[in-house]
């Protein structure tokens, strides 16, 4: 399964908005609509942004557009996924290294999404180590192949524990309020065959208390120094549950996802996005028209939540600080 494809010099983004009802790929010439594209989530998660940006950088050399241009509007679409500004940097780097030639920088582009798509199978690999036999796992949001390019960091390392035959169960979060649990974490879940249970985010502590969770992994948009990190909107409470019942707790990401240049997660900057998200559920209102909402699309959980940070160089364990900086500084 895969999100982003590039043919012929053109982008073709997977409508991850029309998911899991149709199956519409959508072709981009031009930086501009790719920029709107992550804005409106047709392409989401944070390598997935990062990749696409890449593309769409390389989109404006091929147009013989103004690169600095591009650059701007491209990081201005969304702002907590530190992996947009890491490609960005990344073709400015190789386009001042390449007087912009559009063939070095598609070439520069398509490595960012084949060595991702590497980054995904080795976290898979390290992961799949900590799941234990007749796993039962919980996830948030989606961290899997649609989010990625492919394969997927938190639903990688449970495809991973799968092939291993370890995996008895996945119960996925379906993350309000855009769904992305129901509509592309299950979606990918059944499409592949492994055993999935969609619940509903006030279900989680539930089932903990229960016994019925061994461990959960979820994804991660940015990381600061201390291992703070930012991830979909009810990560927070699904670490906090977890923290309650004694149940491990991991965050999957590349390193493109880790930013040392800020020493915790207080300022990782959070996105806001439009109240009707929360005033509507797939278009249909279900509050009134008037009523004020609160709708930040992420939460920053404490590094002190969390059990270990697993990465494409191995699974990095507390003090964090000091072990990222030892492995990725
Ligand atoms: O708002 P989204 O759908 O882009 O948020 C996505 C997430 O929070 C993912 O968990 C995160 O990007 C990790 S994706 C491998």
Not at 251 to 280: F, H, N, Y
Request: hydrophobic share 45%; proline share 4%; aromatic share 6%.
């Amino acid at each position: 399964m895969d999100a982003i494809r590039w043919e012929g010099n053109t982008l073709y983004l997977l409508d991850q908005t029309k998911l899991p009802v149709t199956e519409v790929w959508l072709a981009y010439h031009d930086w501009r609509a790719v920029a709107e594209a992550i804005r409106t989530m047709v392409v989401r998660g944070a390598p997935a942004i990062g990749i696409s940006a890449a593309y769409a950088y390389a989109l404006a050399a091929l147009a013989g557009g103004d690169l600095c241009q591009a650059k701007a509007g491209l990081a201005a679409s969304r702002p907590t996924a530190v992996n947009l500004f890491w490609a960005l940097e990344r073709m400015e780097r190789k386009a001042s290294a390449c007087g912009g030639s559009s063939d070095a920088l598609i070439a520069e582009a398509k490595a960012i999404h084949a060595e991702d798509v590497a980054m995904c199978r080795a976290m898979g690999a390290y992961g799949a180590a900590v799941v234990p036999e007749h796993a039962r796992i919980l996830t948030h949001c989606n961290a899997g192949a649609l989010a990625t390019g492919g394969y997927g960091t938190a639903l990688g390392v449970i495809r991973a524990a799968h092939e291993q035959g370890k995996v008895a169960m996945v119960y996925a979060d379906e993350t309000r309020p855009l769904l992305q649990g129901a509509r592309l974490t299950a979606y990918e879940l059944v499409a592949d065959h492994i055993p999935a249970t969609l619940i509903a985010d006030n279900m989680a502590a539930a089932l903990m208390a229960r016994g019925a969770i061994d461990l959960v992994v979820v994804g991660c948009d940015r990381m600061a120094a201390n291992g703070d990190f930012a991830n979909k909107i009810g990560t927070y409470s699904v670490a906090v549950n977890a923290r309650y019942h004694g149940v491990p707790f991991y965050t999957a990401l590349p390193s493109s996802t880790i930013d040392l240049s800020l020493s915790d997660g207080s300022q990782i900057p959070i996105e806001q996005r439009d109240k009707d998200e929360v005033r509507a559920l797939g278009g249909v209102q279900t509050a009134p028209a008037g009523v004020e909402v609160y709708n930040p699309a992420f939460d920053v959980t404490p590094h002190t939540l969390l059990t270990g940070v697993i990465t494409e160089r191995g699974i990095v364990y507390p003090p964090f600080r000091e072990n990222l900086a030892k492995r990725f500084g």
